[in-house]
């Protein structure tokens, strides 16, 4: 294979940043011996290479034929054709995880003749029409920009409206399907809503996302099939218990999209027993491999388990403190990792005010689902995700609603404060989302809730599943009576060089909020000379940084765990750009 074209059969385990998270992923399980379907990669510097619009150079088409023969000598199917199809899903991969931000295109490959194939290899028409109309949904929604929401309807017909709506037919030839796939997968990079999540996380623009090309299998087969999401930990509390969600006759799009509201992962425990166990068990591997709670994308396709994807778990506030702690104590990762593990912001968003439960006696519920993500907000609810973004700017408190949300509701996400969907389950791309971002949410509040909450005042309670009706009082949390965040709160401040005191007897405290000083560029020239420093801009993360880099040895504030963790992120980064970590860093390569 070229350099352009990536194996993921284990025998290699290149970098994250060569072939994105996905992939990395999947050559790590292979290598473990777990079941995934094979699978190849084009590099993320394919993406850096690539001008959206154009067409692929001769060498991607020439990597794309070579991983193409690849699955079909390990998997014994023919690539848009023979009495045994194969068909291919082509998925984003970026080195660092934005789930749900970019494309993905599944049951790649189709035309009449595949599907009258697959329908008899299964025996089940039905099976082969449904996966069909899955692929023309897909691509027609993808690649071709068609407003297609409705996957039910036959494949002629689905076909039609593509057609109608754009002036461009879903091609028959599985190579054109395939290039144009590739082109939009590169192309969702670029995307609004890729670009407001890595402004809003501080991802690199330059990074770019791979493309992994894995042959199908499929969850809507059979009664003995399905697809679904575990987490090897609760990823809103923590526990150390396996969480998830398993959907029967269904392909994961269908969970992550909150299109269909899936079963407590129970289900499969009693329908599958040993699917249930073998799937339990290579999350324990996981977890204990890469020491940190994986979240793990699995389909049964007729009693065989498969895994089609691992990465560490976006994780509440509350969840990211527990098991940073627990995992010390456990002997996975040792304090420093600890400290690296938990973000300010989280700490910021864990300490924000919450619903008090005495306050709930005498609320009244407008809506209830599963609880997604926890804490509390309160503010304006409204479902035209422009208008959230643009009353949160002018300072008000909103609060998003949707029937189900999709990567182009990001910024609306991040804009509220608080998020709740009528569909979807606790690993949707609502759910998801928004416990990476520390929004609270409810989810699958069952329809009619956009239409009867839209332009009412509601609390949402995250962390109980409700929204109550009117703006509920929010009650702050105390940090000193919680046995993790004080360990932490010791852990960060031995890593790092800068004092954080709630109080201080030197009376020489530069406070520069009574200085005027609250934007960031006038940090450093303010507390010059400074032996300690308050205000509101140096209990940011950029206030932090601009802070140590003045000179600034010790700061004082009444919430010090924030800025101990941001000094802490600060002080290993420096690390990292040292002379010393430089040389280690080319003696390493």
């Known amino acids: 294979m070229s350099s352009w074209c990536v194996v993921l059969d284990g025998s290699e385990l290149p970098s994250r940043e060569e072939i994105g998270g996905k992939a990395w992923s999947l050559a790590r399980m292979r290598r473990l011996g777990l079941p995934c379907p094979p699978a190849f990669v084009l ?74 194939a697959l329908a008899a290899e299964a025996g089940d028409p039905a099976y082969a029409s449904d996966t069909h109309s899955r692929f023309v949904a897909s691509f027609g929604r993808i690649v071709l920009k068609a407003d297609v929401e409705d996957d039910t309807r036959s ?10 709506e754009t002036g461009r037919p879903v091609p028959d030839d599985p190579w054109e399907q395939l290039r144009e796939a590739v082109r939009a997968v590169l192309g969702s990079w670029q995307s609004r809503r890729a670009k407001a999540y890595r402004l809003h996380t501080g991802i690199p623009d330059d990074l770019g996302t791979a493309v992994t090309v894995q042959a199908m ?44 509201t899936p079963l407590p992962l129970a289900h499969l425990a009693e329908q599958l027993p040993d699917v249930h166990r073998e799937l339990l068990a290579a999350a324990r591997r996981l977890e204990a491999e890469e020491r940190d709670i994986q979240d793990i994308e699995f389909t049964v396709q007729g009693g065989t388990l498969y895994l089609l994807q691992t990465r560490a778990a976006k994780r509440s506030p ?26 300010a912001e989280q700490v910021r968003q864990l300490l924000r005010p919450r619903l008090d439960p005495g306050d709930r006696c005498d609320a009244i519920a407008v809506a209830t689902g599963e609880a997604a993500s926890p804490g509390a907000g309160a503010g304006l609810a409204l479902s035209d995700a422009d208008e959230v973004v643009e009353r949160a700017a002018r300072g008000e408190s909103v609060v998003f609603l949707a029937r189900t949300t999709s990567p182009e509701d990001v910024h609306a996400m991040i804009a509220a404060a608080a998020v709740c969907t009528e569909t979807g389950g606790s690993t949707s791309h609502a759910a998801v989302v928004c416990r990476g971002l520390g929004r609270p949410a409810v989810v699958g509040c069952g329809p009619g809730v956009v239409d009867g909450l839209s332009g009412r005042e509601v609390t949402v309670d995250g962390a109980l599943g409700s929204v109550f009706d009117g703006l509920l009082p929010l009650r702050s949390v105390d940090p000193e ?55 509101g801009v140096v209990e940011t993360d950029a206030g932090v940084a601009a802070a140590i880099r003045g000179g600034v040895r010790r700061i004082v504030t009444d919430r010090p765990l924030p800025v101990l963790l941001a000094a802490a992120a600060q002080q290993r980064a420096a690390d990292a750009r040292s002379p010393l970590a430089e040389l280690g860093a080319r003696s390493a390569g």
Do not use: K
Request: hydrophobic fraction near 40%; include cysteine.
């Open 481 to 535: 009576g919680d046995d993790r965040l004080r360990r932490l709160t010791a852990w960060a401040a031995a890593a790092t060089h800068v004092d954080v005191v709630t109080s201080t007897a030197d009376g020489d405290i530069r406070d520069l909020d009574e200085l005027g000083v609250v934007e960031v560029a006038g940090v450093e020239h303010a507390v010059a000379g400074a032996t300690a420093v308050r205000g």
């Open 217 to 260: 299998v499929f969850g809507n087969m059979g009664e003995d099939s399905g697809t679904g999401v575990l987490f090897s930990r609760d990823p809103m509390t923590g526990a150390a218990e396996p969480y998830g969600e398993y959907l029967p006759r269904g392909q994961g799009e269908d969970v992550v999209s909150g299109e269909r």
């Open 318 to 343: 509350e969840a990211a403190v527990r098991l940073a702690v627990d995992l010390v104590d456990e002997g996975l990762i040792n304090e420093d990792e600890a400290v690296a593990r938990v973000s």
């Open 155 to 164: 494949p002629q017909e689905l076909r039609q409206t593509v057609l109608a």
């Open 43 to 116: 590099p993320t510097r394919v993406c850096r290479e690539y001008d959206a619009g154009t067409e692929l150079p001769p060498h991607v088409e020439d990597a794309l034929r070579a991983g193409v023969a690849y699955l079909e000598a390990e998997t014994g199917r023919r690539f848009g054709g023979g009495e045994q199809p194969l068909l291919l899903s082509v998925r984003s991969g970026a080195p660092v995880s934005m789930p749900g931000m970019m494309d993905t295109v599944l049951n790649l490959g189709f035309d009449d003749r595949v599907e009258r």
